[in-house]
């Protein structure tokens, strides 16, 4: 079992900045894919950001392209998004998982998630 807690969400300006953490514990991500997932409300749970095992791979959706980074710290258990030009759009509820590498595509372990709102 691996279990995820969010921090780092907040209020931010239009054009601000935040960092997320993600601590890990139960068990070392090191063999896991991390990914950053967000809701907004009354909108479907949609993918931000994904990262491999060992950090050299780092995906994003469109959305976020450009101004997001995903980030890892195996030794610390640890995974971050550092959000960039934050917009109005940006505002969901912000969700770390993880998901066990050659154990298939679907996201097991997730956490309680971290509100954002970014004022226009």
């Known amino acids: 079992q691996v279990q995820l807690v969010e921090s780092g969400g907040g209020l931010v300006q239009a054009g601000g900045s935040l960092r997320l953490s993600c601590a890990a514990s139960?068990?070392?991500?090191?063999?896991?894919?991390m990914g950053w997932f967000r809701q907004a409300p009354g909108k479907e749970r949609e993918f931000v950001a994904q990262?491999?095992?060992?950090?050299?791979?780092?995906y994003y959706a469109d959305s976020v392209k450009g101004r997001f980074t995903i980030s890892r710290d195996n030794a610390k258990n640890m995974v971050y998004l550092e959000m960039n030009s934050l917009k109005p759009e940006d505002t969901a509820v912000y969700y770390c998982?993880?998901?066990?590498?050659?154990?298939?595509?679907?996201?097991?372990?997730w956490g309680q998630g971290t509100q954002v709102t970014v004022s226009s």
């Open positions: 998982a993880a998901r066990l590498v050659g154990a298939g595509s679907e996201y097991r372990y």
């Open positions: 139960g068990r070392t991500i090191s063999s896991y894919t």
């Open positions: 990262i491999t095992w060992g950090g050299d791979n780092s």
